[in-house]
């Protein structure tokens, strides 16, 4: 299994980041070919570091990295990351992470 663990800053405006996620970013992602899951963790998120919270976490499940690799090489993949830019413009607007999973 693999991750890709996606987590936003607060936006400048929730209310259109929102609609957008769930209405266009979402549904464009759930097409991914190989997504086995998705899903999301909004506020409240307890966070135990230092620095902003979070707005939203996004998780997707692969059963693979070269799987996940593959999906966002497709046409729906590369729209995926183009609308990503829509909703966090900026490289730090947000923090993206993936990895695989090993079970202990």
Known sequence: MAKMLVIYKTPADPEAFDRHYFEVHVPLAKKLPGL?????SRRPIIKRSAGEMPYLVGTLYFDSLADMQSAFATEIGIACAADRRILAPGDDDLTMLLFDVDEV
Request: hydrophobic letters at 20%.
């Open 36 to 40: 086995r899951r998705y899903d999301i």
